[in-house]
């Protein structure tokens, strides 16, 4: 039994060490694993034990990256790449910003042993523009190793070579999807294409290219490190290790945390997030971003691990966490997850190019309270239309957070629809602010007050608020010393 | 081989062959739109964006778009289960959405590819309505971009950049605003466009087209104080039919001669004649350059190339600029006939230049820019006036309520109606070149040419070499066509390596039979191979088939041009080229 | 820097290293320096890491305090930056959260000074696999 709920092995650094002190680095076992790749395994030992180990790609699909070197490694070509995906784009999402900025000698270590591994000497960091402070501190990572002769030509005497240049993302969500991603560091407009082929046969410049995330690099020189065995014991049966989830929203210790697969939602929440904000009531925690979908109560002790999560009707994602209480209305979650894949959307195919933006207006009506029966029938098809027929990742799964509330919380959706109420009085064109006559003493000041004139009567007699000319604005409820008016 | 089951029906397919492959070997036909491909000419377009093609394959998680989805041993597909027909209707429906609804006044209604495909599906209404999308429009003076019409099939950009190599046409945007679109959004005229309407062609709605001049020669032809007269190039003969259902390759020289003299021009001639002029022309810029060569001169200026295709003289001064002293000044045919027109024969029926109107019947809409190029003018007084299309030519004919089955078949006029078999086969790649030998044989050996057929000119590979026995001289002969092969060819005279003597360009895949002006082929490459047999067969019908001996040919050098590469000659027929590689500009 | 060029170097290098990243000080040894530990990740750095760690450099020289100030990555309390370590020599790592210039200064008066806590400490709530 371990004392605490959180083990950490991606972000064994973080915190601990000066990011821009190479020797910081190798004082915790840094470049080890490199060395005794280098010097004591064949590559295929290495893939083997990587393979052992159960590590899964922590970028959001889960593919067993054991298996994905081996791919790379078994397609036969002149030149292979490794390429590391640092275009985290998820909302609320910053695991891969804060290794980056805590500790980048890890990904640099772990992408030449992938490079040993798959017979790649050249890799390429594919990191967001907007992360300035991480590609500062790559840099001088990549400097530093470079000096150490940790990269570059014939690293520890043993003729491998290995060297890492950066490229630069230019702010699309996309580029996270691994074929836009090339084409993007291909100089070309950053839109995925359809696969296979898979980049593991061929990839940047039409070679075979292993992209592997952020995170999913990090754990590696552990793996090597301590061995594939130390690695499996933690994690559940199918999902090996730990996972990073940035743990953001109406919780009380907002933060970066590290916990082994298989903690519950309970666990994350209640222990280490110390509970909802504000003692308010939890309602549902968002896994996955735009792709991922909302667990509710019934989920809280559901082991999370990548298996569990797709059937709870979301998916691990890259890590963003985001916990919501009961002033969240789902339906405007929803709204917001769409208004992200719209704005994301490459474009090329007309399923998540048009089907997201009618996704986002229908949702919109039904924040308006205008929608009918017939819209939420159209909504389930549509989502199931982009789902079933999208190009990439994205366009089949941004769908998923409509169709994880329709499941979870269509009360809410029948709410705005049937009854034009938003239970959690968020939706501003559903909200109605009205006199509460007993109260009311007609003092006049939210009359005076009301930008709009919208609210009639007399000194010393009850007032009305004329909804048809009401803008919302609340002017009158903060002014009213008597309690008189009340938000239904 | 693999064993795959659509629809319950088995079929062995080869390895690699795509589901949409394997389903028309049963006699499936899945509906496809963005997806194009013209298997004679290696184009293909498979972006797998529509997602109309969408299937069922039995253990995956999601549809598989047939284009791009390769068969699997053992696959089981099927091809019209309710979810796939769901889900084809509601994307559809999603296209048709962001689709403006001007159908009955929209330039591709009935000939448009979306529009027969809701029908196909048979869309009755839009269950989801919203935002359109809006685009500026931009017309140039060959093409007219309606952008809001654009439903991202890629069509064009595939054609603008991998076929033809040029780079306009792109991705631009993202998400809901995404659009095919020059870099920046500019316009096309402020592009390296070459206007040679490939991306026209191509395109399934009328987010692309053709600057229709209709109406200008139907106001030409009704002013009394004008002489209005037309020429129509080669390879018009050989589609027109296809506007009015005939099959494709069906010859309509005699009837489209009939409807122009019924649509009430003057004079109906024929640019065949003028490309005859331009093989004497060119023909004999190619003996001098070759004499100089065979002298030793090594400032020989060779291989010459041809300069009859406006798009590509627009290509090369784009892309090229270093070789714009190597293709041959002839002008091109278009631009031949209209000097003549209003010089030789203005004079010989006693008007002014100024009381005459030339339109040209064109394949094409780089001839459309070509007209109105500065240097083709006297006076502001353009030598060709109206360019007009094929599909142009057709709308013409309706509109004058003429039965075009029924027409009588006519001969052209004279003395600009008489033309050569060597002048048909302008109209088809490898055309122009087998016209220049058979004249360049016979006036270099001095010699009479026993078979005027060179079978290996022709054909519909890209990239062609052959070489013609000139009495010893071994002339060796480049062809391209598409802009894509011409630039590969380009590249090894820059670089200095090519091995030709005269090397033959057209800018469109297949010649001028597949120029952007051309009625559509909606993707079948059948139709291109059918019009280039139609020149063939009407070459060899022909009396004359060699241009030197065309008869009003001779007349006109005799009375009036004196020898070929004259003073004269080359006042009226030849042309020089511009630099425009710095012509780009950003607005 | 001295190149790496064996599994051998990198040993050398690591042991060289380890001692400096955390040396064993007796609490005794009146020589020996505090250790603080800044987290200046962006989120860090947005809150006011920077001026923190500035404040502290300059000031524990001032007040003439034995001290080696580092930066370092994120610690992953997002909720209470800008977060420090401060390890007393012999003692175990404090991590103080929300520190701003106020409680930098009470940290150096009363936790380095004299030893009292401070409030604003954060258990630690990790795992490490360094055993």
Redesign the interface.
Known sequence: M????????A??????????AI??Y???????AL??CL?KMTPEEVIDQIKKSGLRGRGGGGFPTGLKFEITRKSVSDQKYVVCNADEGDPGA?MD???L???PHSVIEAMAICGYCIGADKGLVYIRAE?P??IERLKIALE?AR????LGKNI??TGFSFDIELRYGAG?F?CGEETALIHSMEGL?G?P??K?PFPSVSGYLGKPTNVNNVETFANIP?IIN?GAGWFSAIGTEKSKGTKVFAL?GKI???????VPMGTTLREVIYE?GGGIRNGKKFKAVQTGGPSGGCLTEKHLDTPIDYDNLIAAGSMMGSGGMIVMDEDNCMVAVAKFYLDFT??????????C??????LY??LDKITQGKATMEDIS?LK??C??I?????CGLG?TSSNPVLSTLDNFYDEYIGHVVDHKCAAGQCKALMKYVVIDENCVGCTACARNCPVNAISGEKKQVHFIHQDICIKCGACYDRCKFNAIEIQ | MLKVTIDNKTVEVAPGTSILDAAAKVGIQIPTLCYLNLHDLNIENKPAGCRICVVEVEGRRNLAPACATDCADGMKINTHSIRVLNTRKTVMELILSDHPFDCLVCAKSGKCDLQKMAQDLGIREIRYQGEQSHYREDTSPAIIRDVDKCIMCRRCEMMCNEVQTVGVLSGVNRGFEAVVAPAFEMNLDHSECTYCGQCVAVCPTAALTEVDHTYKVIEALADPTKVVVVQTAPAVRAALGEEFGLEPGTLVTGKMVAALRQLGFNYVFDTDFAADLTIMEEGTELLTRLNKYLAGDTNANLPILTSCCPGWVNFFEHHFPELKDIPSTARSPQQMFGPIAKNYFADKIGIKREDMIVVSIMPCLAKKYECSREEFKVNGDPDVNYSVSTRELANLIKLANIDFHNLDEDDFDQPLGESTGAGVIFGTTGGVIEAAVRTAYEVHTGKTLEKVDFEQLRGMEGVRSASVDFNGLELKIGIAHGLGNARKLLEEIKAGTSQYHAIEIMACPGGCIGGGGQPLHHGDSSILKARAQALYREDAGKAIRKSHENPFIKELYEKFLGKPNSHKAHELLHTHYFDKSNQITIE | MTKINSPEDLLRMKEEFAGRLNPVYSPDDLTAPVRIRVAMATCGIASGAREVMDYLTEELEKRSIQATVTRVGCMGYCYAEPTIEVTLPGKEPVVFGEVDIRKADQIIEKFIRLGEPVDGIIPLNYESIDK
């Open positions: 371990t004392k605490h709920k959180q083990i950490r092995i972000l064994r650094n973080c915190g601990v060490i000066d990011p821009q020797g910081e190798i004082a915790r076992d840094g470049y080890q060395a005794t010097t910053f910003r804060s290794i900025e805590g500790d992360y402070l991480a530093q000096e150490m002769g940790l520890f005497n699309a996309v407009r839109e294409t359809f296979p552990v301590k953001a009380n210790n907002v933060g970066l945390i590290e280490i719209v704005d994301e959307s490459c474009g090329k195919c007309a399923p190019r048009i089907g997201n933006k009618r207006e229908l159209n098809n549509l199931t239309v789902r079933d027929a999208s190009l089949q």
